[in-house]
């Protein structure tokens, strides 16, 4: 019979007390959750619903912005130093630590969460699955992948629907057909072209950037087509050269210059909310050209490996609460545009009201849909850093007409180099 270790079996223990109802154990407790925006704020909302069924359990939110969020958690996890009892970790970055041996294996007693994977949206719970079959946390939510259109330019370019999704040189075309029509570019930058079309036409085993083996993949027709596409965008003047998150970005929403976007499907919360909400009753959301499907974003909750083991039983807890509980997934979704990553809370009369800032359409219903049509890919510790190579070499053929082929190859021995590492 295998043995746990000593400290494994008191968190089972414990666990299991928890589970039961038994409080008095925690009395007094204080859980530190780090996350960042807008996950603190969904943490903070649940908190009153928490403290219903934990009164004397606080839970103490400590929230940095994303990328100081995760070079503080990477720190916490190689020093084992001021690690959180729970935190938060965007899709961007959980390859770096699940390459790692710094996080909690869920899937391990007292925890076995892969007897509950058919719980979670099927591609969310692989990309927190190791090949080894580790676990190492839990989603909460997803970003199924939506093209956001302007009907209104469309309708003024004598345009479809379909002209933008049959293909992906229709796309392009039809982006020709709006900008000569409105003057609105077709999308904010070339190099969203890219970010899709590499995520299409995986085979079984293969990550973005790398095989299983590690080597890189960066010369595929994968590449070479998102590449050739995203340079065909910028040859005819159809990106606005703008960055996401950009003042010129979200004036170009609010302007009208910019006639579709693609992204995860919480943007057109912020489109309504914060972004552009004078554009109410302009935009509609369609499934991506070509049929194909991808996620962009995706938030987990995780535990450290040498975190309090005093404290992992209600930690864990603490994560089912948010991960695991209908009804605050749903109040997640409803609050931030946090798509459920639970499928129990993916069916509710709420995915079929209509969004007066797509023209009333049912999008939900679309996303959802998507969000079954995903699957994951390995992910790598590699991968940010991969992206910042083809991001730069993508800028060379886009700005100096760089060879892509051999933009590409030098892409491709610059990632082998750092994959043998």
Do not use: C
Not at 53 to 69: A, F, T
Not at 116 to 131: L, M
């Amino acid at each position: 019979m295998r043995q746990w270790p000593r400290w494994m079996s008191a968190v089972a223990l414990a666990l299991g007390a928890s589970l039961a109802g038994s409080g008095v154990a925690f009395a007094g407790t204080t859980l530190t959750v780090a996350a960042f925006p807008a996950i603190d704020e969904i943490v903070r909302s649940a908190l009153p619903a928490w403290h219903a069924l934990h009164p004397d359990v606080e839970v103490k939110i400590v929230s940095r912005e994303l990328n100081d969020h995760h070079t503080a958690m990477t720190t916490a996890l190689s020093t084992a130093k001021g690690l959180p009892d729970v935190m938060a970790l965007e899709i961007g970055y959980l390859g770096r630590f699940a390459q790692g041996t710094g996080l909690e294996d869920l899937s391990q007693p007292p925890y076995n969460l892969s007897r509950e994977r058919g719980r979670f949206t099927a591609y969310a719970f692989d990309q927190a699955t190791t090949p080894s079959g580790a676990v190492l946390a839990v989603p909460t939510d997803i970003g199924p992948g939506t093209l956001l259109y302007r009907a209104d330019l469309l309708a003024k370019a004598g345009l479809k629907e379909t002209d933008l999704t049959a293909s992906w040189d229709g796309y392009v075309a039809a982006g020709a057909k709006l900008k000569a029509a409105t003057g609105a570019y077709l999308l904010a930058h070339a190099r969203d072209m890219k970010d899709i079309l590499i995520r299409t036409g995986l085979q079984p085993g293969e990550g973005l950037y790398f095989d299983k083996d590690s080597r890189p993949l960066v010369t595929s027709p994968r590449f070479v087509r998102a590449f050739e596409l995203a340079r065909a965008v910028r040859r005819q003047q159809l990106d606005a050269k703008v960055t996401a998150w950009s003042s010129d970005w979200t004036e170009g929403f609010k302007r009208g210059g910019i006639a579709t976007q693609m992204s995860g499907a919480w943007l057109a919360g912020h489109l309504n909310t914060w972004l552009a909400p004078g554009t109410r009753g302009k935009w509609r959301a369609a499934q991506l050209p070509e049929g194909a499907f991808a996620a962009y974003g995706g938030t987990f909750f995780a535990m450290a490996r040498h975190g309090d083991a005093a404290r992992k039983p209600l930690a864990y807890e603490f994560i089912r609460f948010m991960t695991t509980n209908r009804a605050q997934q749903l109040a997640a979704f409803k609050a931030q545009d946090a798509f459920p990553a639970l499928i129990d809370a993916q069916t509710d009369p709420f995915y079929d009201q209509p969004l007066p800032f797509l023209g009333g359409q049912a999008a939900r219903r679309d996303w959802r849909a998507a969000a079954a049509h995903i699957r994951a890919f390995p992910v790598h510790k590699q991968d940010a850093f991969a992206r910042e190579v083809i991001d730069t070499e993508l800028d060379k053929v886009l700005d100096r007409d760089k060879d892509i082929a051999a933009a590409l190859a030098d892409a491709q021995r610059l990632l082998q180099q750092r994959a043998r590492r």
